[in-house]
């Protein structure tokens, strides 16, 4: 097959968010930039975000950094580095001040300021009372974010590849990353996007579970390229289930509903969450919401005929500031659960929502691995921000509002260090490789002879229903080890799929095949370091590791406190260190506690 | 509800192998669970690997799956199957070139977009914090920037089918005043210069298809409309 080759100063895998933010970087600077999606860019899955992103404005009450910080380091479960965390929570005004001077239609306070609205684990003072941190454009901030950074990068004159999919990871002999391959899916033709720098903001990989908020194109493509291409992955044992996906259809009810002062209710109509966390209440941060309707479901609380949902409530809110703040809420729970907001309440469950872990990095965006004794060693040429990168900003649990914060301020930083390594010549254009192309020819051509193969459709259930069934919201050794056993053999079924449709032109077939490859290393990924960590810390709770005095909340400080890293060759964990040192003396590091709400 | 089955016609081409277009008729068993027209096609693809439709974000924002359903454009993620007459007829948006099956060409539809400059027009030094805009000034750009860019309005549109490349069409017309209606943009006498002329903006009838078939309920005639009272008012 004839393969085109072309040549940039830097590529950006993925037009969310962060791939917008850090190619306004690139453009604005005058960098010769591709960005390759695989959908039209107003079409990323940023689109879907509701609730607001974070940022200590201070609007309507008083806030600051620091405490921002310190919900974001307890939120984690202080697995977050803390360096990334204060950058990104000092970072977060001037992002979102930018995006509101690019035209963002935030919502607005009585004095013209942005609106901001409270969210789950956000508070003021180290955890006394809820804070107004979460700036909102009513509840279609992330749609409204989008289509902003999309039009400021119209503007800047960005060049855009649409649907076009990246395939695999281009690195040479000493591990340097060069760029891309990359399939035109209206003519099926393979490229090679040669490039000095290549930015990943692919996105996270939600479509790993049965159950999911998210979008049909979140497979984890630059999670999985990565992996493919020997860079190892962090952390994915740890995935946020959001408290209110619409129950039977997955669909996402915004935290920004609980906000506004709706409230979580089980079969007797009780406020369950005053007995889990009696002073932040439905406002806990989501990891313990989750667990606390799947007790309430488990034992026996459960709404419905099955009893297997419980009920979010608004009709106590006038319909005025359902109308007004959450207009797109209720069209939502009209379309998916049959039931208008503001006459009764919305059945919701726990929904595999989003991936803390991902592609390691560090605070200026650079994709760090360990090499000769240093735990983050740059890869050269190589950059990644938003939910495929691991900063580690959210450590074992993210709050609400922070993935679209992240997303912004890494964007823009993994941008700056590209426009910077590129100013002092750091980045230079190594030569490619001869067999660049290779892999991902051999993949496709195999997808082409496959014959007597699975269904990609079939072998992508059993991955999904897997994942869903062995590591949930609560987590058990067997079920673990089996889920190890069983994802193993999958990924075996996986090599063997067998698309019917073999056209050249736009193949849905042949592209969701290729989505199943990222999709599988990120489900073993998340399996094989799910259950070699012993204990229970965020998002990750085992049956085996329970609330003791020498280990609060089950969480295990002197023996894993610190990041997993999976490697696919192999099926290999490592681990290193979790930063507990700030990035500066602006602030003292946020020493170990048990977390409460 | 239990299992049922649905029966379609479906348009089908694959410049790959099929000399012309031709419609398919096929029918799926669905699920109790299956409640939209997505989850249709997405039982289809099960059966049939090769039927080719764009989707993403399933809950109406994304604008991925717009189709013409039983002869109206819409969203297959919002629409209820139930609410649909058998055999339910499947289509390509109407006026755009078709690349395969249900997939066509949006060039020529996000071209006229571009077109308004899509985007804020403020020359003053930014501020340290945010410009300021009352509640009021913002609730001028409800039911302006909530569209997804789907094209089931301009490819409703008589006088985009006609003059796509002349005519900016609902979608463009809608965008063009949620800047013109936004109190920090600074670029109105240009935006108007830009669209004073017998096609750009001119070419509405006001025929209100657009308005008709919009999945989230937004109304570009009015805009278009508002647009009209400007330049009016500007040349006076």
Same mark, same amino acid.
């Given at each position: ?15 969310? &968010? ?17 960005? $390759? ?14 609730? +607001? ?19 974001? /380091?307890?939120?984690?479960?202080? $697995? +977050? ?44 003072? @180290? +955890?006394? %009372? ?66 000095? %720098? ?11 579970? @049965? ?7 979140? !497979? ?30 997955? /669909? ?7 906000? #506004?002062? &709706? ?35 488990? #034992? ?14 608004? !009709? ?37 929502? @989003? ?39 959210? +450590? ?30 750091? $980045? ?110 965020? %998002? ?47 602030? #003292? ?7 409460? @709400? | ?36 027209? =997505? ?62 099956? =249900? ?46 860019? *789907?094209?089931? *309005? ?59 078939? *919009? ?22």
């Amino acid at each position: 097959m004839n393969v085109a080759k072309r040549t940039f100063d830097a590529v950006i895998v993925g037009a969310g &968010g962060a791939g917008l933010r850090a190619a306004l970087q690139l453009s604005e600077a005058g960098l010769k930039t591709a960005v $390759l999606t695989k959908v039209f860019p107003t079409r990323s899955h940023t689109v879907a975000a509701q609730g +607001g992103v974070a940022a200590s404005l201070g609007n309507s009450t008083e806030d600051n950094w620091h405490w921002h910080m310190y919900d974001t /380091v307890k939120g984690s479960d202080w $697995l +977050g580095d803390q360096d990334a965390i204060e950058f990104m929570c000092k970072k977060a005004n001037e992002v979102v001040v930018e995006l509101e001077h690019y035209g963002m239609p935030f919502d607005r306070t009585d004095n013209g300021k942005i609106y901001q609205r409270p969210f789950g684990g956000h508070s003021m003072n @180290y +955890g006394q %009372a809820p804070v107004m941190r979460s700036c909102a454009a009513a509840d279609r901030t992330g749609h409204a974010m989008l289509h902003a950074l999309y039009q400021r990068n119209v503007r800047a004159n960005t060049q855009f590849f649409v649907e076009w999919m990246a395939l695999d990871l281009i690195r040479d002999a000493d591990g340097d990353v060069l760029g891309v391959t990359a399939m035109e899916m209206e003519t099926g033709e393979v490229s090679i996007f040669h490039a000095k %720098a290549t930015i990943f903001a692919t996105g996270g990989a939600g479509r790993i579970y @049965y159950s999911s908020t998210n979008a049909f194109i979140n !497979t984890g493509d630059g999670v999985g390229m990565a992996a493919r291409a020997g860079i190892p992955l962090e952390d994915m044992e740890f995935w946020q289930f959001h408290p209110t996906g619409v129950a039977g259809a997955g /669909v996402l009810i915004t935290e920004g509903v609980r906000g #506004e002062g &709706g409230i979580l209710r089980n079969s007797s109509g009780e406020r369950f969450m005053e007995r889990y966390a009696p002073n932040l209440k439905d406002l806990a941060s989501r990891d313990v919401v989750s667990r606390a309707m799947t007790t309430e479901i488990n #034992e026996g609380r459960g709404c419905g005929p099955d009893k297997d949902h419980v009920l979010l409530d608004i !009709t106590h809110l006038s319909p005025d500031t359902i109308m007004k703040r959450l207009p797109g809420i209720r069209e939502i729970a009209i379309q998916f659960a049959g039931v208008d907001p503001i006459k009764a309440p919305i059945p919701v469950v726990p929904t595999c929502h @989003y991936q803390m872990g991902g592609i390691p990095t560090n605070y200026k965006g650079q994709v760090v691995v360990p090499k000769d004794g240093n735990p983050n060693s740059p890869v050269a040429g190589f950059y990644a921000a938003g939910e495929c990168a691991c900063a580690s900003v959210h +450590g074992a649990n993210r709050l609400g509002t922070n993935s679209l914060l992240d997303l912004l301020v890494f964007g823009k930083s993994a941008g700056e260090t590209v426009v910077e390594d590129f100013k002092s010549g750091q $980045l230079k254009l190594k030569p490619l490789p001869a067999d660049a192309a290779d892999v991902s020819l051999a993949r496709l051509a195999r997808l082409d002879g496959q014959t007597n193969g699975e269904s990609v459709f079939d072998v992508g259930l059993e991955m999904r229903r897997t994942m869903q069934k062995h590591a949930g919201v609560f987590r058990f050794d067997n079920l673990l080890k089996e889920g190890v056993q069983k994802m193993g053999e999958i990924a075996e079924r996986a090599k063997r799929t067998e698309i019917k449709d073999k056209s050249k032109v736009w193949n849905v077939a042949r592209m969701e095949a290729l989505e199943l490859d990222n999709l599988i290393e990120v489900a073993r990924a998340t399996i094989v370091s799910a259950e070699a960590r012993k204990e229970s810390r965020g %998002a990750h709770v085992r049956d085996d590791a329970p609330d003791t005095p020498e280990n609060p909340n089950g969480r295990d400080d002197a023996n894993w406190l610190k990041h997993t890293l999976w490697y696919s060759e192999g099926n290999r964990l490592d681990y290193k260190p979790v930063n507990l040192k700030p990035l500066s003396d602006d602030v #003292e590091p946020i020493a170990l506690a048990k977390r409460t @709400y | 509800m239990t299992k049922r089955t649905v029966q379609f016609k479906i348009y089908r081409y694959d410049p790959d192998k099929d000399e012309k277009p031709y419609m398919q008729d096929i029918s799926v068993e669905l699920e109790a669970s299956d409640k939209k027209l =997505l989850d249709a096609l997405v039982r289809l693809r099960a059966k049939d690997d090769s039927m080719s439709f764009r989707r993403s974000c399933r809950e109406g924002v994304c604008g991925s799956d717009a189709m013409n359903i039983n002869g109206k454009n819409g969203l297959a993620c919002l629409t209820d199957i139930d609410s649909l007459q058998q055999p339910i007829t499947l289509r390509p948006l109407p006026g755009l070139p078709v690349i395969r099956d =249900l997939i066509v060409d949006m060039t020529q539809f996000f071209k006229q977009y571009h077109s308004i400059k899509p985007y804020l027009v403020n020359n003053e030094p930014a501020p340290e914090r945010e410009r300021l805009q009352s509640p009021e000034d913002r609730e001028e750009l409800n039911g302006l920037y909530e569209c997804i860019l *789907c094209a089931c *309005c301009s490819t409703s549109c008589p006088s985009f089918w006609w003059n796509p490349d002349k005519f900016v069409g609902p979608a463009g017309l809608l965008a063009a005043y949620r800047f013109l209606a936004d109190t920090r943009d600074q670029d109105t006498n240009a935006r108007l210069d830009n669209l004073e002329d017998p096609y750009r903006l001119f070419r509405c009838h006001t025929i209100m298809n657009c308005v008709d078939v *919009c999945p989230k309920g937004l109304n570009p005639t009015r805009a278009i409309g508002k647009i009209k009272d400007m330049m009016v008012r500007r040349a006076i």
